[in-house]
């Protein structure tokens, strides 16, 4: 499984809600009340960027994936230099498997900075490997890496296409340099398991599981495993 949609809320989440009081009593009321709200603001405001691009994201929360892919169209048609629009839309665009997606990718790989660049090689290899292409996805995540070595999430995407190529020994390899990077990444630890799995080392693989959910307890794929183990 990827993570692919677990990053995207999160990462439009922190984009467009940078703080947060921590209240969350009568979350979906409140959601759908911000959401008629933001509506009727829309419709006087149809030229606000930052209005847009917070309707995206309420679309995005209530799993209307094809209207927030819509209003990311157009917010970066209203103004293009958005890297963290463009790295959104072409991210979910990469997930319904839309060769829009490369298009968008190619433009952030000519970024002059150095992680946006990395995020346009990472959107290209998100799509191949959802489009069950691993060999150029690995490609990309090493382009991905070459722009910017501290991009965790492209070991990791890179470490899932070896895993599915059956390169056991190099997704470890690569989910250890993404370790290295960040310790507390549960997923680093669950593909971890997966691949001490492929190599018959259960009692190592559980370890790494348990290490998933003591950083994430709702982390189902830890859980399906290390129950699948216990059997």
Same mark, same amino acid.
């Given at each position: 499984?990827?993570l692919?949609?677990?990053?995207?809320?999160?990462g439009?989440?922190?984009?467009?809600y940078?703080s947060?009081?921590?209240?969350?009593?009568?979350?979906?009321?409140?959601?759908?009340k911000?959401?008629?709200?933001?509506?009727?603001?829309l419709?006087?405001?149809?030229d606000?960027?930052?209005?847009i691009n917070?309707m +995206?994201?309420?679309?995005?929360?209530?799993g209307d994936?094809?209207?927030?892919?819509?209003?990311?169209?157009?917010?970066l048609g209203l103004?293009l230099?958005?890297?963290?629009?463009e790295n959104q839309?072409?991210?979910?665009?990469a997930?319904?498997?839309?060769d829009q997606s490369l298009?968008?990718?190619?433009r952030?790989?000519?970024?002059?900075k150095a992680?946006?660049?990395?995020?346009g090689?990472?959107?290209k290899g998100?799509?191949?490997?959802n489009t069950?292409n691993?060999r150029e996805a690995?490609?990309?995540?090493?382009?991905s890496?070459?722009?910017?070595?501290?991009f965790?999430?492209?070991?990791?995407e890179?470490?899932?296409?070896?895993?599915?190529s059956?390169?056991i020994?190099?997704?470890i390899?690569?989910?250890?340099?993404a370790m290295d990077?960040?310790r507390?990444?549960?997923?680093?630890?669950?593909?971890?398991?997966?691949?001490?799995e492929?190599?018959?080392d259960s009692?190592?693989a559980? +370890?790494?599981y348990?290490?998933?959910?003591?950083?994430d307890?709702?982390?189902?794929?830890?859980?399906?495993?290390l129950?699948?183990l216990?059997?």
């Amino acid at each position: 499984m990827r993570l692919l949609f677990h990053l995207l809320v999160m990462g439009l989440l922190s984009f467009f809600y940078a703080s947060c009081d921590g209240k969350k009593s009568n979350e979906t009321l409140s959601d759908n009340k911000a959401a008629d709200s933001s509506l009727l603001l829309l419709e006087k405001y149809p030229d606000s960027v930052k209005l847009i691009n917070q309707m +995206a994201f309420n679309k995005l929360q209530m799993g209307d994936t094809g209207k927030s892919i819509q209003l990311l169209s157009q917010s970066l048609g209203l103004k293009l230099e958005q890297p963290e629009v463009e790295n959104q839309l072409g991210s979910l665009l990469a997930a319904i498997k839309s060769d829009q997606s490369l298009l968008i990718a190619t433009r952030m790989t000519h970024s002059e900075k150095a992680l946006d660049a990395a995020k346009g090689h990472y959107i290209k290899g998100l799509f191949y490997a959802n489009t069950g292409n691993d060999r150029e996805a690995i490609k990309s995540f090493d382009s991905s890496i070459i722009s910017n070595f501290t991009f965790t999430d492209a070991y990791i995407e890179k470490a899932i296409s070896l895993y599915h190529s059956k390169e056991i020994n190099k997704a470890i390899d690569a989910l250890s340099k993404a370790m290295d990077l960040d310790r507390k990444n549960p997923d680093v630890y669950y593909w971890l398991g997966l691949c001490l799995e492929e190599k018959k080392d259960s009692e190592k693989a559980a +370890a790494y599981y348990q290490e998933t959910l003591r950083l994430d307890p709702d982390h189902e794929g830890a859980i399906i495993s290390l129950n699948n183990l216990k059997k």
